[in-house]
């Protein structure tokens, strides 16, 4: 049975940083492509970073480029994404996602990513 489980959401101040992490059970994460999404409280999923199988290859959504990284430790089957001089607008439910039938991540397109975690609550707040 496929899962992922993400962890490392809380509660931070403006400025300060997280890491998530997204760790599946069932598969190996370096053989497909991930991605990391968020929801706020009344608006759609969003697409904000993503790692294909080359792990060289990723993207981001344009507000989060240069304070978001989204990295791979193959030992450990486990995704991350930093998240560096967070600002109160990146409060969300992050989730991460694998695409099972594809080698190359987007942040476009919730409905291409076949498995999803159950989400980590991040806040930013002072």
């Known amino acids: 049975q496929v899962q992922l489980v993400e962890s490392g959401g809380g509660l931070v101040q403006p400025g300060g940083s997280l890491r998530l992490s997204c760790a599946p059970s069932g598969f190996t994460l370096e053989h497909h492509a991930i991605g990391w999404f968020r929801q706020a409280p009344g608006k759609e999923r969003e697409g904000v970073a993503c790692?294909?199988?080359?792990?060289?290859?990723?993207d981001y959504v344009d507000s989060v480029k240069g304070r978001f990284t989204v990295y791979r430790d193959n030992a450990k089957n486990t995704v991350y994404l930093q998240m560096n001089s967070l600002k109160p607008e990146d409060t969300a439910v992050y989730y991460c996602?694998?695409?099972?039938?594809?080698?190359?991540?987007?942040?476009?397109?919730?409905?291409?990513?076949?498995?999803w975690g159950q989400g980590t609550q991040v806040t930013v707040s002072s």
């Open positions: 790692m294909s199988v080359n792990e060289d290859i990723t």
């Open positions: 996602a694998v695409d099972v039938d594809s080698n190359y991540c987007s942040v476009v397109g919730v409905n291409r990513y076949d498995y």
